[in-house]
Structures are given as structure tokens and as C-alpha cells.
């Protein structure tokens, strides 16, 4: 009987965070494995434009950073199994990853699974998902050209996307539940030049209307409620971790379920870290899921080796 592989460090996520890891515990000497779901580079990959990492003063599309990322593992030769992790058994000295195709050993395990959309909890969100409701701006976009949609929420995505789909609606109105955006003011700045946009602050969906698709919203601004005539909503209302694989494992996590860690990225469980935006932390970017995971290969070296 074949033994189980068992790798220096299994990395769950092969988003920047993992894809960083994998970088650092090359150069260190680890065998290491990527399991991802969906493709190198996460969810970047569905940015339009990624404008705020060093050395692309031009910026870079999301794809595009996806797919050299993606490069850059198989030139060192990283192997990364397209799989859905299903549970971790994460204590004692050999973890164990089980997937819906098997089960992967490691020495040391990282969590770097990201984030996934917030639902609005509204009536006709999930009716209509992918017939007027969606939540990438960037897959769904050209659907709407010369319509009118709306995008919901206050934060650096929205804003971003808002944006992103002045580009091809003939209208985009920005709807925000209070009188102040909590996105970075560089955004900010450059959603209120754009003609096509209307900001509608103070503003809550009550239902979204429509019978095979989006037609109209039901809002409530400042109390007073009022319909919206659009053919899409774009809902960027925040992101909550992508942890159910953890359900059972006691790990020291925030109230909104973020993993907590140290300085080194290591977990409350002994050989396992968490990297990106799975992590609590101050700002959630490609920028800083790159330092996480650096940091996260290099502590799991240390642990390894010393
Ligand atoms: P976020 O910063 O958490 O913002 C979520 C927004 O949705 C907030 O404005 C919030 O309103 C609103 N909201 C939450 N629940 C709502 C509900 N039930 N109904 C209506 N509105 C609701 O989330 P995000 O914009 O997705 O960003 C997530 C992280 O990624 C952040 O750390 C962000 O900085 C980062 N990010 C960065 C970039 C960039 O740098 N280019 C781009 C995208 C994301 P309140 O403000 O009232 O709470």
C-alpha cells in the first residue's frame, strides 16, 4: 500500500496570501501544496483593475495578475489541487485536509480562503441572482450597457465597482444606508466626478422587483419610500470569512468569525497559520495577503527546522 504524502505545509487558498506562502516556502526549502477551489489569484482575478500595487504604475487587470500568478507557481513547480476542502483535523504533528476528491497531509497547514459576499437578506436577492442581482460588477457589467442599475453599500468595493460600471449603464445610482462613505476618499473623490452617478445617502432596499428579472427596486430614503426604476443590483454589502470547512475545530477567531493571529501569522493551533483577508487585521488588500503569506511560509519554516 502507497504511504500518504505528507507535505512541509499544506495552503488552503490560492489567492495572493497562498500563492505568496508558496513563493517563500519554495524558496525555503518546504514541499508545499496549493488546494483552491476556483483559480490562482482568487479574487482578484474578478477585479477589474488592481490600481494600488507597487510596480504597475499603470495598474494591472485582475486577470491578467491572476494568470501570473499562476505562471509563477508552475515555474516552481508548486503543485496546486483544484478542489473544495470539505474539514481539517488540525491538531497533533500530521494535519489532515480532506477534500471532496481525498485527503492531503501536512506538517504545517495555512488558512488563506478569503472572504465571501454579505447577502443583503432582502426579498428577490436570492430569487434573482443572476438575472439582475449580482455581486461582481466586473463578470456582469456588460450586461447592462445603456441600462440603468444600482449598487448598494459604502465601503472600497462599492465605490470601486460603482466606478467600473459608469463605464457601460447609462445611469448608476450609488445607495448607501447612511450620509457617509466608509471607502478611502481617493475613491470617494472619483465616484462623485462622474456625471452618471447619483448618490442616494440615508437609503435602505426594502425589496428587489421582478419576476424573471430585476425590474425596480422598492428603497426607503430618509424614511420616505420610494421606487427606483433599474434593470440590476450590484450588492457590495461587506464580506464575511470563508471558514465552514473550520466548523467543529476550536480556533481562536473575532465576533465575525476572522481568524486571530500573531505578529508571525501563527494561529491558536500549534503548526497552523492564516494569511489575507481570513485574518482579522486593519486593511484588507492584495498588498498586505502578499505579507501575510510571506510571513506565514518563513514562521512555518522556522517552526519546521529549529
Ligand atoms: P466593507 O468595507 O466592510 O464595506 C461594506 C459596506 O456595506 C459598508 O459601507 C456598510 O455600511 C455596507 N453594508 C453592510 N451591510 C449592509 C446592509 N445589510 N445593507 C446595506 N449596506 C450594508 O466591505 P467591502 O467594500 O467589500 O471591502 C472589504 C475589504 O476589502 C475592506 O477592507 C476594503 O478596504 C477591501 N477592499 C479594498 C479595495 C481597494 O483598495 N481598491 C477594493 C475592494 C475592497 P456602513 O458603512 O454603514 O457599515
Same mark, same amino acid.
Given at each position: 500500500?502507497?504511504?500518504?504524502?505528507?507535505?512541509?505545509?499544506?495552503?488552503?487558498?490560492?489567492?495572493?496570501?497562498?500563492?505568496?506562502?508558496?513563493?517563500?516556502?519554495?524558496?525555503?526549502?518546504?514541499?508545499?501544496?496549493? $488546494? *483552491?477551489?476556483?483559480? %490562482?489569484?482568487? *479574487?482578484?482575478?474578478?477585479?477589474?483593475?488592481?490600481?494600488?500595487?507597487?510596480?504597475?504604475?499603470?495598474?494591472?487587470?485582475?486577470? *491578467?495578475?491572476? =494568470?501570473?500568478?499562476?505562471? @509563477?507557481?508552475?515555474?516552481?513547480?508548486?503543485? #496546486?489541487? =483544484?478542489?473544495?476542502? &470539505?474539514?481539517?483535523?488540525?491538531?497533533?504533528?500530521?494535519?489532515?485536509?480532506?477534500? $471532496?476528491?481525498?485527503? !492531503?497531509?501536512?506538517?504545517?497547514?495555512?488558512?488563506?480562503?478569503?472572504?465571501?459576499?454579505?447577502?443583503?437578506?432582502?426579498?428577490?436577492?436570492?430569487?434573482?441572482?443572476?438575472?439582475?442581482?449580482?455581486?461582481?460588477?466586473?463578470?456582469?457589467?456588460?450586461?447592462?450597457?445603456?441600462?440603468?442599475?444600482?449598487?448598494?453599500?459604502?465601503? +472600497?468595493?462599492?465605490? *470601486?465597482?460603482?466606478?467600473?460600471?459608469?463605464?457601460?449603464?447609462?445611469? !448608476?445610482?450609488? %445607495?448607501?444606508?447612511?450620509? @457617509?462613505?466608509?471607502?478611502?476618499?481617493?475613491?470617494?473623490?472619483? !465616484? =462623485?466626478? %462622474?456625471?452618471?452617478? &447619483?448618490?442616494?445617502?440615508?437609503?435602505?432596499?426594502?425589496? $428587489?422587483?421582478?419576476?424573471?428579472? #430585476?425590474?425596480?427596486?422598492? $428603497?426607503? @430614503?430618509?424614511?420616505?419610500?420610494?421606487?427606483?426604476?433599474?434593470?440590476?443590483?450590484?450588492?457590495?454589502?461587506?464580506?464575511?470569512?470563508?471558514?465552514?470547512?473550520?466548523?467543529?475545530?476550536? =480556533?481562536?477567531? +473575532? +465576533?465575525?468569525?476572522?481568524?486571530?493571529?500573531?505578529?508571525?501569522? &501563527?494561529?491558536?493551533?500549534?503548526?497552523?497559520?492564516?494569511?489575507?483577508?481570513?485574518?482579522?487585521?486593519?486593511?484588507? @488588500?492584495? %498588498?498586505?495577503?502578499?505579507?501575510?503569506?510571506?510571513?506565514?511560509?518563513?514562521?512555518?519554516?522556522?517552526?519546521?527546522?529549529?
Amino acid at each position: 500500500m502507497n504511504e500518504q504524502k505528507i507535505y512541509d505545509m499544506v495552503i488552503i487558498g490560492g489567492g495572493p496570501a497562498g500563492a505568496t506562502a508558496a513563493i517563500y516556502a519554495a524558496r525555503a526549502g518546504l514541499a508545499s501544496i496549493i $488546494i *483552491e477551489q476556483m483559480n %490562482i489569484g482568487g *479574487e482578484i482575478v474578478s477585479t477589474d483593475r488592481l490600481d494600488n500595487y507597487p510596480a504597475f504604475p499603470e495598474g494591472i487587470s485582475g486577470a *491578467e495578475f491572476g =494568470m501570473l500568478l499562476q505562471q @509563477q507557481m508552475e515555474s516552481l513547480d508548486v503543485p #496546486v489541487e =483544484m478542489t473544495q476542502v &470539505e474539514h481539517v483535523t488540525l491538531e497533533g504533528e500530521v494535519k489532515k485536509v480532506e477534500t $471532496i476528491s481525498g485527503s !492531503v497531509a501536512g506538517k504545517t497547514v495555512l488558512i488563506a480562503t478569503g472572504t465571501e459576499p454579505n447577502l443583503l437578506g432582502v426579498k428577490g436577492e436570492t430569487e434573482l441572482l443572476g438575472r439582475g442581482v449580482s455581486y461582481c460588477a466586473t463578470c456582469d457589467a456588460a450586461f447592462f450597457r445603456g441600462k440603468n442599475v444600482a449598487v448598494v453599500g459604502g465601503g +472600497d468595493a462599492a465605490l *470601486e465597482e460603482t466606478i467600473f460600471l459608469a463605464r457601460f449603464a447609462e445611469k !448608476v445610482y450609488l %445607495i448607501h444606508r447612511r450620509d @457617509q462613505f466608509r471607502g478611502c476618499s481617493w475613491l470617494q473623490d472619483k !465616484v =462623485m466626478k %462622474i456625471p452618471s452617478v &447619483e448618490i442616494l445617502w440615508n437609503t435602505t432596499i426594502s425589496e $428587489i422587483e421582478g419576476e424573471k428579472k #430585476v425590474d425596480g427596486l422598492k $428603497i426607503k @430614503q430618509d424614511g420616505q419610500d420610494r421606487d427606483l426604476d433599474v434593470q440590476g443590483l450590484f450588492i457590495y454589502a461587506g464580506r464575511k470569512p470563508k471558514t465552514g470547512f473550520l466548523e467543529g475545530v476550536e =480556533m481562536e477567531r +473575532d +465576533d465575525r468569525g476572522f481568524i486571530i493571529t500573531s505578529g508571525k501569522m &501563527e494561529t491558536s493551533i500549534d503548526g497552523v497559520y492564516a494569511a489575507g483577508d481570513i485574518r482579522k487585521k486593519y486593511l484588507r @488588500q492584495v %498588498i498586505t495577503a502578499a505579507s501575510d503569506g510571506a510571513i506565514a511560509a518563513t514562521a512555518a519554516a522556522q517552526y519546521l527546522f529549529t
